[in-house]
C-alpha cells in the first residue's frame, strides 16, 4: 500500500485547511484509513481513522473542528481541519492499517506540514 499526502500549507488561527491522501496498492487489505500528526521532538499520534463501515474516530485535540472522510473505492482519504489552532502545526501523515496474511499492516506515506501561524 502507498500513501501520498498532500493539501498543506501557512494557514491562519481559526482557518480552515484540507489535506488530502492518494491510495494506491492493495486496498483489499485495508481496513482502516486516517491521519497522523508530529510535532517535531513529539511522538506521532493518531488522531483520525474511518473505517470500511464509515465510522470515524478522533482524538480528543481535534473532535469537533477536524473531519475524516473517504471515497468508497479507498482510492483518496481527506482530513477537512477547522478552528485550526497553533497547536496544530505538524507533519500530517496518512496512514492505513489491514489485517494481512501474516498479520495487522500499518502504512504511512510522506508527510505534509501543516503551520497555523499569523
Known amino acids: 500500500v502507498q500513501l501520498q499526502a498532500s493539501g498543506g500549507g501557512l494557514v491562519q488561527p481559526g482557518g480552515s485547511l484540507r489535506l488530502s491522501c492518494a491510495v494506491s496498492g492493495r486496498k483489499g487489505t485495508i481496513d482502516l484509513l486516517g491521519w497522523y500528526r508530529q510535532i517535531p521532538g513529539y511522538e506521532r499520534k493518531l488522531i483520525a481513522v474511518?473505517?470500511?463501515?464509515?465510522?470515524?474516530n478522533y482524538a480528543d485535540t481535534v473532535k469537533g473542528r477536524f473531519t475524516v472522510s473517504r471515497d468508497s473505492a479507498k482510492t483518496t482519504v481527506r482530513l477537512q481541519m477547522n478552528s485550526l489552532r497553533p497547536e496544530d502545526t505538524a507533519v500530517y501523515h496518512c496512514?492505513?492499517?489491514?489485517?494481512?496474511?501474516?498479520?495487522?499492516?500499518?502504512?504511512w506515506g510522506e508527510g505534509t506540514l501543516v503551520t497555523v501561524s499569523s
Open positions: 474511518i473505517t470500511n463501515d464509515g465510522a470515524a
Open positions: 496512514y492505513a492499517g489491514g489485517q494481512t496474511a501474516t498479520g495487522w499492516m500499518n502504512y
